[in-house]
């Protein structure tokens, strides 16, 4: 299954946008206002990702998938199906 190595793909990319906001959120000489914008900035910076660095990531974990010989396939979820009672 290639989905371990496209979240060791996607991980660190995520862990990055987001331990700088963190880092400042844990120190003592925090300020609400800036912490606020960090947010916000953190928030687009991972719609973005979401947008186009995710097929880049898919591209990435292909090619690791080819180093390693292991195929490249992510699994689809299966549809749930729904008992209807009394309709």
């Known amino acids: 299954c290639a989905l371990p190595i496209f979240c060791t793909v996607?991980?660190?990319?995520?862990?990055?946008?987001?331990q700088h906001v963190n880092k400042f959120m844990q120190s003592p000489n925090m300020d609400v206002d800036l912490v606020v914008s960090l947010l916000k900035k953190t928030e687009r910076g991972l719609q973005s990702y979401r947008a186009s660095g995710f097929v880049t990531a898919q591209m990435a974990a292909k090619d690791l998938c080819e180093e390693m010989n292991v195929e490249a396939v992510l699994k689809q979820k299966r549809l749930r199906s729904t008992k209807r009672h009394f309709s």
Do not use: N
């Open 10 to 18: 996607v991980w660190p990319d995520m862990l990055a946008a987001i």
